[in-house]
């Protein structure tokens, strides 16, 4: 066998499927059983601008390509099926790498409930992944990011401007708070908690990928409304304090621009109660922008890959 077919078949034995995977990795697509629409999304992830190696991990790396997919299928409150994984990488690579990197996409996909169902590997001269991954809205209308209305709540579920702490932390050659370093590693999505808010009768919802400001702006523009965030709800996190104190920098700085959080945040009724381990920060308002405790904003609002 051809030292690629080898490796396929190193990284795909005894893998385990839900009972919507009708055919999984082998031939030339894999096939699925829908329940109901389905939703698709896909984000690339780049050695060096997504991750270092030096910084986590194959495992953990492993782990992040597939939570910052499944994240976006969150936040269209459908139910997480399935992945396809594009894997490329220097031909002088040790293998360990490989085989870690793989134990990380498999336990990270039973964390969040799917199947890795296929993908593709390639050599190159830097470590890209490609991640594709797939869900199931059982019936429900998918929860878009253009359904808010003005006097609306904002809440959020999960952890904000710890990943940019760890980001910071690592940056500077340190390793801890431990905590923050290993949210940069690999975010902790909410898993379950997009089909919750769904339930829950949300009315529009992302995931926090760029920055709560600047993905909250998406559901501004593409619902029409405005978002006004109060600071006071927010929680910072004890160790984001510390390293915001040790380093000069406002810890608002991180929990409103940080990114990476993939944190959820969603808008709902105003009579409607919050599911549990979900925390208010603000409302929707009748104007066209995301403010903070009823001023514009004049910091940084998230991370820009062409700014
Ligand atoms: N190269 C592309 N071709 C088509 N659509 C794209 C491309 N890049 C991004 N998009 C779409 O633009 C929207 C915003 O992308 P992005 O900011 O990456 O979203 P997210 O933060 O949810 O990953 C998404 O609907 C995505 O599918
Ligand atoms: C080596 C390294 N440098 C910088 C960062 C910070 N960083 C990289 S991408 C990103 C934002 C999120 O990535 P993106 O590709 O925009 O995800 P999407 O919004 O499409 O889900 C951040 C904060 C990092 N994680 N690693
Ligand atoms: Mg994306």
Same mark, same amino acid.
């Given at each position: 066998?051809? &030292?690629?077919?080898?490796?396929? &078949?190193? $990284? #795909?034995?005894?893998?385990?499927?839900?009972?919507? +995977?009708? $055919?999984?990795?082998?031939?030339?697509? &894999? +096939?699925?059983?829908?329940?109901?629409?389905?939703?698709?999304? #896909?984000?690339?992830?780049?050695?060096? +601008?997504?991750f270092k190696r030096a910084w986590s991990s194959a495992f953990q790396t492993g782990r992040k390509a597939v939570a910052v997919n499944v994240s976006d299928i969150e936040a269209m409150g459908a139910e997480p099926s &399935?992945?396809?994984?594009?894997?490329?990488?220097?031909?002088?690579?040790?293998r360990r790498w490989v085989s870690d990197f793989q134990e990380g996409v498999v336990e990270e996909c039973a964390r969040a409930g799917v199947s890795l169902v296929g993908g593709d590997l390639s050599s190159s001269a830097h470590i890209a992944l490609g991640v594709t991954a797939l869900g199931n809205l059982s019936g429900r209308p998918a929860v878009t990011r253009a359904g808010a209305r003005a006097g609306d709540q904002v809440a959020v579920c999960g952890r904000l401007g710890c990943s940019a702490g760890g980001l910071l932390v690592l940056q500077r050659g340190f390793g801890s708070p431990k905590d923050l370093v290993?949210?940069?590693?690999?975010?902790?999505?909410?898993?379950?908690?997009?089909?919750?808010?769904?339930?829950?009768?949300?009315?529009?919802?992302?995931d926090v990928s760029d920055g709560l400001l600047q993905d909250l702006g998406h559901i501004c523009e593409l619902s029409g409304v405005g978002i006004d965030v109060r600071t006071g709800a927010l929680k910072i996190h004890d160790s984001l304090a510390r390293l915001a104190a040790a380093t000069g920098k406002d810890p608002l700085g991180f929990v409103l621009a940080g990114g990476e959080d993939h944190a959820l945040a969603a808008t709902f009724p105003a009579e409607v109660g919050l599911p549990q381990g979900w925390l208010r920060i603000g409302t929707v308002t009748a104007g066209a922008e995301v403010i903070v405790d009823g001023m514009p904003w004049t910091g940084s609002v998230g991370w820009d890959h062409f700014a």
């Amino acid at each position: 066998m051809s &030292a690629e077919f080898e490796m396929i &078949a190193e $990284l #795909t034995d005894g893998l385990a499927f839900g009972s919507d +995977v009708r $055919l999984g990795p082998g031939d030339d697509a &894999a +096939v699925l059983v829908p329940r109901g629409d389905i939703v698709i999304t #896909t984000d690339v992830l780049i050695e060096n +601008v997504h991750f270092k190696r030096a910084w986590s991990s194959a495992f953990q790396t492993g782990r992040k390509a597939v939570a910052v997919n499944v994240s976006d299928i969150e936040a269209m409150g459908a139910e997480p099926s &399935a992945v396809v994984i594009g894997l490329a990488f220097p031909r002088n690579l040790d293998r360990r790498w490989v085989s870690d990197f793989q134990e990380g996409v498999v336990e990270e996909c039973a964390r969040a409930g799917v199947s890795l169902v296929g993908g593709d590997l390639s050599s190159s001269a830097h470590i890209a992944l490609g991640v594709t991954a797939l869900g199931n809205l059982s019936g429900r209308p998918a929860v878009t990011r253009a359904g808010a209305r003005a006097g609306d709540q904002v809440a959020v579920c999960g952890r904000l401007g710890c990943s940019a702490g760890g980001l910071l932390v690592l940056q500077r050659g340190f390793g801890s708070p431990k905590d923050l370093v290993l949210e940069q590693q690999c975010p902790t999505v909410p898993y379950g908690q997009g089909k919750v808010a769904a339930e829950a009768g949300a009315t529009a919802m992302i995931d926090v990928s760029d920055g709560l400001l600047q993905d909250l702006g998406h559901i501004c523009e593409l619902s029409g409304v405005g978002i006004d965030v109060r600071t006071g709800a927010l929680k910072i996190h004890d160790s984001l304090a510390r390293l915001a104190a040790a380093t000069g920098k406002d810890p608002l700085g991180f929990v409103l621009a940080g990114g990476e959080d993939h944190a959820l945040a969603a808008t709902f009724p105003a009579e409607v109660g919050l599911p549990q381990g979900w925390l208010r920060i603000g409302t929707v308002t009748a104007g066209a922008e995301v403010i903070v405790d009823g001023m514009p904003w004049t910091g940084s609002v998230g991370w820009d890959h062409f700014a």
